[in-house]
């Protein structure tokens, strides 16, 4: 037993110390100007993001009993939206209360990495690791993960507003040798056909996964066929030079109403000069590239698109069939390639590639799915036409994290160039609200 509890007190050790140093490492290119602007309502300032997912560790410590000494910084500001931690500040309020300040949040984050660690070791010695404060402390690591694709959603939507080329984000690292091995491969574009019959899905496996994916459950699936590769920018400007955003024949009704408001003619940063479709993004501005699987796109722009092509959206079932069920094996496998315990490189375009873009479409021959579907995790995450509902028999492990989201919120799958690799597989589920599209999200058609 005590050689189990030590495994586990290890890897968590190993991820809590992984994921804190990548979000030190996102950060400390910033300029203290840039690090306090809440560049959206959608986003918050990158202070508070490193802020909020220590004070998210610091409140696991306190249901624990653990005492912490923190008087001298204020910390009223950094409760996102938990009704049980009482005293919430409004979202688009975080921009207008930088604090605590960032050496404050430095501080504090340092403080904290040294009361987590403490308190694993001690867990450890004392052989007290109960499932309950095992789900926490990864919860509290996955949280902090999606708080790193989070800032770089705003890191992106901050610095598209200079119109200095240069004037941009600077990541810490850049890996585009990556990039020129993997893009070499191009692949057709075509469907695949996925047979039909009763799927189980959801999460089925030891390692972590957030209770919304479970219970795993049977749902029944008629035969259909999926691209096998996300909607690139080329297929996406066609959609945009037949009229795509003029005829309401493509739009649901709000969908249109959003259109006809904010005149959307392409998907959100794409602007027009001399004719050409461009973009700013973290290598300055540059014409949009047509074999590039679109991104930044609404729940409404995809679902028109899909309308356009005679097609429609996959429903998640659909997705995650598609992604994980191995014909050979008869069962599903965590990751589309497989069941290995984390991706890499070779297999998807995920956050730790640091490539900050994505791929051309029909890149990673290594991560395809059983049935042939490139790009399923990583690169670009993929909108579904299915509402985020809890699953039958939903039990939650953690209130207010997953549960109450469950309204008026689209699924997506399979996570973006921005998603940490520690953080996806098949059974994922991430949902937005139909007209966001600050999220780099875009999508694979079903028929
Ligand atoms: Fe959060």
């Known amino acids: 037993m005590t050689k189990v509890i030590n495994k586990v007190v ?70 996102s939206y938990y009704q ?10 975080r921009g207008k ?19 987590v660690l403490l308190f694993l070791e001690k867990i450890e010695v004392s052989d007290s690791l109960t499932k309950e404060i095992q789900y926490d402390l990864r919860l509290a ?22 119109s ?32 039909g019959g009763i799927f189980e899905m959801g999460f089925c496996g030891d390692s972590f996964s957030y209770d919304n994916e479970l219970p795993d459950h049977k749902v029944y699936l008629y035969p259909y066929e999926i691209d096998s590769t996300p909607v690139s920018n080329g297929d996406f400007l066609n959609f945009i030079e037949e009229g795509g955003y003029e005829k309401y024949e493509y739009w649901l009704s709000d969908g249109w109403d959003i259109v006809q408001e904010f005149n959307w003619n392409s998907p959100l940063y794409w602007f027009k000069k001399d004719d050409v479709w461009m973009k700013k993004d973290f290598f300055g501005i540059s014409a ?51 069941n290995e315990t984390l991706p890499t490189h070779e297999h998807a375009n995920l956050l ?20 042939g579907c490139y790009q399923m995790i990583g690169d670009v995450w993929e909108w579904t036409s299915s509402e985020y509902t809890l699953y039958p028999g939903f ?28 953080q996806i597989r098949n059974s994922y589920r991430n949902y937005f609200k139909p007209h966001e599209r600050i999220q780099f999200s875009g999508f694979r058609c079903a028929k």
């Open 395 to 422: 039990k939650s492990r953690f209130s207010e994290y997953t549960d109450k989201w469950a309204i008026n919120q689209k699924v997506l799958r399979g996570g973006s160039f921005a998603t940490p690799r520690r």
């Open 84 to 93: 049980k931690f009482e005293k919430i500040l409004p979202k688009n309020d």
């Open 97 to 115: 209360f930088p604090r605590p300040t960032v050496s404050e949040s430095l501080q504090y984050r340092k403080y904290l990495d040294k009361k």
């Open 141 to 162: 690591n996955q949280h902090e993960m999606q708080h790193q694709e989070l800032m770089v959603y705003d890191f992106q939507n901050y610095f598209e507003r200079f």
């Open 352 to 371: 730790e590639s640091f490539l900050w873009r994505p791929s051309f479409c029909g890149s990673y021959e290594e991560g395809k799915s059983f049935y």
């Open 288 to 338: 949009i590239n047509p074999d590039q699987p679109v991104i930044n796109v609404s729940y409404y722009e995809a679902d028109a698109y899909a309308r356009w092509a005679k097609k429609r959206l996959p429903t998640e079932a659909e997705w995650e069939k598609a992604a994980s069920w191995n014909e050979d094996l008869k069962r599903k496998t965590i990751y589309p390639w497989g």
């Open 10 to 79: 290890e890897d968590l050790t190993s991820e809590f110390t992984e994921v804190r140093k990548l979000t030190d490492d996102l950060f400390k290119t910033l300029s203290i100007e840039d690090a306090v602007i809440q560049s959206d309502p959608f986003g918050s300032p990158p202070n508070w993001h490193i802020a909020h997912v220590t004070w998210f560790f610091h409140k696991i410590l306190l249901k624990y009993g653990e005492k912490l000494n923190l008087e001298n910084i204020n910390l009223d500001y950094l409760n």
């Open 164 to 195: 200095d080329s240069n004037d941009t984000y600077h990541p810490f690292k850049i890996n585009d040798d990556i990039e020129k091995k993997i893009q070499n491969k191009r692949h057709s574009k075509e469907m695949v056909k996925i047979p």
